[in-house]
């Protein structure tokens, strides 16, 4: 099985089998949380470092734009669903918003402490002052001033996040 790992999943010190693959920036993000020399080793030997498609970090932001998790989505977040889903490999990540958008793409993702999303969620931008809804995330309503939260609405697809794990009872964790 190809799986793509985020940093959590490198820094966890679980042991994954299969293919595995991360981006360039996720290695900066392990690197900059201090690496150890069994990670340095897991990194050199195990793991393969690609950078995704522009193509697909489209496809992803678009996706990301339409669920309201563009602004919770890292660069390098973009990145590993991107590779993931050229690979058409399994994400593993404990990230919400990474899942949210995992799901959207058909992305098959697993976690490794955390239990996952339970529903596929929409993200819209509420201006405090006059209600108006916002589709890209902004901080303060061009309307009325006021500022704008983030508020969530069930998303209108069908399609159970669930269904995209890869296995839903595995937890990963030190070997």
Partial sequence: ???????????????????????????????????????????????????PSKEALGAVDSVARETGDIARLSPTDRGLLALARSLAATLVTDDYSIQNVASRLAIRYETIVEPGIREVVHWRHRCTGCGKFFEEPITE??????SVRTTRA??????????????STRRHGPR
Wanted: charged share 25%; with cysteine.
């Fill in 141 to 146: 309503c061009p309307i009325c001033g006021s």
């Fill in 1 to 51: 099985m190809r799986r793509v790992l985020d940093a959590s999943a490198l820094l966890s010190g679980a042991s994954f089998d299969g293919e595995l693959f991360t981006t360039p920036e996720a290695v900066a993000e392990v690197r900059r949380h201090g690496s150890t020399p069994q990670l340095d080793a897991t990194l050199a030997l195990k793991v393969q470092v690609l950078t």
């Fill in 154 to 167: 069930r998303a209108r697809e069908e399609s159970s996040p669930r269904s995209l794990r890869a296995d």
